[in-house]
């Protein structure tokens, strides 16, 4: 992760959510907390914190002025819960754990807060924090076509007589799709010798700095083009510009790091320039010429007719993906509707899930949002919580089958750790420690255990299992 790459911590004025700020500050990590009450929230975790205020439910709350410069989130707010009776302002009795009180839901439904809330923040977030396939900026995807306003940029303002057009093939892609298509003649006469497509300034600018490049997806044709990207709205500026050799006769990939392109200005480099700002993109140009940079000859130049099918253009993000959203779930959110389960041995939440307005369900259809958004995710699903210290040896699983207790404070370390874990990425796991219910765990403050290494747990989860494959398999009415 960056250093300027901010971790929001959603839900951060709660058990866990407050202890992830903890964890994340002690890493020296920049931090924004999203919470709905000020006081509150300056009061738990200081006057100083970078705070937004917004309710997750209520979508116009979250402004997306709010989430500028956010790459990852760590969700940790979650329907409140709390007993019947009542409780002491410091949650006393909920800290002690569901069991020992009646509980009811207090304040916003679980469908609010699990199910609209997580689409109103994954909505939020996305532009900032970025999608596992990237984004689209020009092509083909899922039936339709972004186009982008390309118009020709030949020679000829300079004497030149090359020329060049921009058109769609409608059935020229690699699999019969509809393709761009630049082609055109380049010539030398009159002292020329290049050729581009340029796009109409965009209206507004394209937010790329959650991903790592772009990629083009075109038919190569053995010879070197630039593509060229501007970040000022002035015709004659500098474009940060990225040169890449084709294949000839052959589909083909190129990915174009953003850290490669180096501003140029009229096919001279530029040393003084601003580095490259991918969060403010306002214009892409291809390009087809003699000459590389500062007098150097492009080696692949040859005059007469050329044409180069581009199929898309799309970010990318780097490999090894990590993830970008940690969603702090629960343990048994697939149970309620389990057939065969004995619910006698159930948690309180499994087995009064109707009775708390079908709070698993409604985690589920969270998680499975979040599943299906595209973002890179964690989800971590904890047994019963604790305020218990961290260090217990831990059980890490998967298919939510376990039960058991884990600490607030451990739940917070696993929810940082899998932040920088290519394991953990779209990973659904439920954790406990090995210490029975029964048995308190504490630990000698003089001699803390050691913080864990949670990639060696990382490392064994797999992917697509979440639990759901049993309701799968015997689907029960709804
Ligand atoms: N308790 C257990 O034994 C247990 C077991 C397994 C899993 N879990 C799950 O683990 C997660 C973390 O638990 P926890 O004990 O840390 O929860 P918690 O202390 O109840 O904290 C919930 C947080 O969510 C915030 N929140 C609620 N509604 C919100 C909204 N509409 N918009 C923004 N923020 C909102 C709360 O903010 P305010 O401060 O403003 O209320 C609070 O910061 C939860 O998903 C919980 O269900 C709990």
Not at 202 to 219: I, N, Q, R, T, W
Not at 255 to 281: G, M, N, Q, Y
Request: proline share 7%; net charge negative.
């Amino acid at each position: 992760m960056g250093s300027s790459d901010i971790v929001l911590v959603v839900g951060a004025t709660g058990g866990v959510g407050r202890r992830v700020v903890d964890v994340l500050l002690k890493k020296g990590l920049p931090v924004r907390v999203l919470a709905r009450n000020e006081e509150k929230a300056r009061k738990m975790l200081g006057p100083d914190i970078d705070l937004i205020i917004g309710d997750i439910t209520k979508e116009s709350t979250l402004l997306p002025e709010y989430f500028k410069g956010v790459r990852k989130v760590i969700n940790a707010a979650s329907v409140i819960v709390g007993p019947k009776e009542g409780d002491t302002p410091e949650r006393a009795k909920y800290s002690q754990g569901i069991k020992f009180f009646e509980p009811e839901i207090k304040g916003d439904s679980p469908e609010m807060v699990e199910f609209v809330g997580m689409r109103n923040l994954i909505n939020a977030v996305k532009g900032s924090v970025g999608l596992r396939n990237g984004k689209l900026i020009f092509g083909c995807e899922d039936n339709g076509f972004r186009d982008l306003a390309w118009g020709a940029l030949d020679d000829v303002v300079m004497g030149g007589v090359s020329e060049s057009t921009f058109l769609i093939d409608t059935t020229g892609g690699e699999k019969g799709e509809p393709t761009g298509l630049f082609k055109g003649t380049v010539s030398t006469t009159n002292n020329g010798g290049f050729t581009s497509i340029r796009t109409r300034n965009f209206s507004v600018p394209e937010d790329l700095s959650a991903y790592d490049g772009l990629e083009l997806h075109l038919k190569g044709d053995g010879r070197r083009y630039k593509l060229i990207v501007r970040t000022s709205r002035d015709w004659d500026t500098v474009g940060y510009t990225a040169s890449f050799d084709t294949t000839e006769g052959q589909w083909q990939s190129i990915c174009l790091p953003f850290s490669s392109f180096i501003p140029v200005f009229r096919a001279r480099t530029i040393s003084d320039a601003p580095p490259f700002d991918p969060s403010s993109i306002i214009s892409l140009q291809l390009m087809f010429s003699k000459f590389e940079y500062d007098g150097k000859l492009n080696p692949t130049f040859v005059e007469g007719p050329f044409q180069l099918p581009v199929s898309s253009i799309r970010t990318f993000i780097k490999d090894p993906v990590t993830p970008r959203f940690v969603h702090v779930s629960s343990a048994g959110v697939t149970r309620p509707d389990r057939p065969g389960l004995d619910l006698s041995k159930q948690p309180p939440a499994v087995r009064l899930n109707k009775e708390l307005d079908f709070i698993l369900t409604f985690k589920l259809k969270g998680e499975d949002l979040i599943r299906e958004s595209g973002i890179p995710y964690a989800i971590v699903r904890p047994c019963a919580l604790t305020e218990e210290p961290a260090g217990a040896d831990l059980i890490f699983d998967q298919g939510d089958n376990i039960t058991g207790k884990i600490s607030r404070e451990e739940v917070a370390r696993i929810c940082v750790a899998a932040l920088e874990s290519p394991y953990a990425c779209d990973k659904t796991f439920e954790v406990k420690s090995v210490i029975p219910f029964s048995e308190p765990f504490t630990v000698d403050l003089e001699n803390p255990p050691q913080e864990k290494d949670y990639e060696m747990y990382f490392k064994d989860l797999k992917d697509g299992i979440t639990g759901k494959e049993l309701l799968e398999q015997s689907p029960v009415p709804v």
